[in-house]
């Protein structure tokens, strides 16, 4: 299994931002879609944002104009900015890589807690 490192998580204010960080190594970022899910206490886990290698992005509905997914190619490392966050955005933030035929995902990281107080 690939090894994601993610960090950046954090408790902030509704309307305040967070950048969370997921690292890999190269031959996973270079071949894999990267991306966020995020799951809340007694909800089911959902796919926040996506980014393939062919520069596709996916956006969940809840996450469109307020976040941005973005990739480095130098660091290995996808970034999920996320703005104007609310009390809804609450939850733990896995980090996933997949290959880009599948929808199975192969690699999570081990999750960074995002909270936002009202």
């Known amino acids: 299994q690939a090894h994601l490192v993610e960090s950046g998580g954090g408790l902030v204010q509704a309307g305040g931002s967070l950048r969370l960080s997921c690292a890999a190594s190269?031959?996973?970022?270079?071949?894999?879609?990267m991306g966020w899910y995020r799951q809340a206490p007694g909800k089911q886990r959902e796919l926040v944002a996506s980014?393939?290698?062919?520069?596709?992005?996916y956006y969940a509905d809840s996450a469109k104009s307020r976040f941005t997914i973005s990739r480095d190619n130098t660091k290995n490392t996808v970034y999920l900015q996320m703005n104007s966050l609310e009390p809804g955005d609450t939850a733990v933030y896995y980090c996933?890589?997949?290959?880009?035929?599948?929808?199975?995902?192969?690699?999570w990281g081990q999750g960074t807690q995002v909270t936002v107080s009202s």
């Open positions: 190269r031959s996973i970022f270079n071949s894999n879609v």
């Open positions: 996933f890589a997949r290959a880009y035929y599948s929808s199975t995902v192969t690699s």
């Open positions: 980014s393939g290698i062919g520069g596709s992005i």
